[in-house]
């Protein structure tokens, strides 16, 4: 099979022929994928940011926000059928230790991060775990869900923790309006009767933000304070959600959040913003990331 594979740190990934994934156990799952969200988490791991604490062996497949249909199940597999289109969970956990059994899987003692600690969904197959998996309606394409993965639940995790202090009459400030902001702009509409003012330097994100419900929006050239300011008759925001600081991508979301975005997403109250490269054009879809050239979200398609 094709796989996007990093062979080292500071160079560009290559397309190569890899061999099709195996199940190793009972709970074990492959999925053909049908689209891979390009991160800039994926930026970071190719200049090396992520060795230090994955120390994944090079070379190896990238890819962490996956989408497509089950492909073949283990055994003991019951939540989902070969031929279920499905979204993953980036994280497959054990559901054995004690983070676990306490609700708090996020913290597994056991778990794995395909696309930074193993081989990644930027392929055309991807080894997963039963847990992982988040059954989605047939209709669903994976390409238009994939990267709410990870960038999805980071930003719907973020406002689903701000909905306390979002009560009608406050005002909430989104710095950026790309990949992720996008995503809780129309988190922010659907789940909250907050003010929603769009902080960014790009004329077309702040132009994507009115469209999907900004209430104002704001040109960060240096006189975006005043410019919150002056829209909040000098109180300024309740909330501040910062979507362009580059960290916090270990921190993503629990499960159950993106069991909740999707229901948005199938209600078609958060629309994905993407623009899609075959397999074979991840160079340029990495370069055009880093250039700042995609609005919403880059997917690759196998």
Known sequence: MKAVRLHA???????????????????????KIGGAGVCR????????????????????????????????????????????TVILHPTPTCGLCRACRAGDDMHCTNSEFP?????GG?????????RA?????PSTQPQDVAA?????????HAVRKAIPLLYPGTTCVVIGAGGLGHIGIQCLAA????????????????????????HHTVVADGGQVQAVKDLTGGAGANVVLDFVAERGAENVGTYNDLVEL?????????????????????????????????????????
């Open 262 to 302: 999707m229901v948005l997403a199938e209600d078609g109250k958060v629309t994905l913003h993407t623009r899609t490269y075959p397999l074979d054009a991840a160079p340029e879809a990495f370069a055009d990331l880093d250039a700042g050239r995609v609005r919403g979200r880059a997917i690759l398609v196998p």
């Open 115 to 119: 696309g930074l600690s193993r081989d």
């Open 133 to 137: 998996c988040i059954k989605l309606d």
């Open 191 to 214: 789940l909250t009767a907050t003010k929603i003012i769009v902080v960014d330097s790009h004329p077309d994100a702040l132009k994507l933000a009115e469209q999907l419900g900004a």
């Open 122 to 130: 930027m392929a055309d197959y991807l080894l997963t775990t039963a």
């Open 9 to 31: 740190f500071n160079e560009m990934p290559v397309v190569d022929e890899v061999p099709e994934p195996a199940l190793r156990g009972p709970l074990d799952v492959i999925v």
């Open 148 to 156: 709410l993965a990870d960038a999805g639940i980071t930003a719907y």
């Open 41 to 84: 988490t994926d930026l970071h791991i190719m200049e090396g940011q992520w060795d230090a604490a994955m120390h994944t062996p090079l070379p190896y497949v990238l890819g962490h926000e996956n989408a497509g249909w089950v492909h073949e199940v283990g055994s003991a597999v019951t939540n989902v059928a070969v031929g279920d």
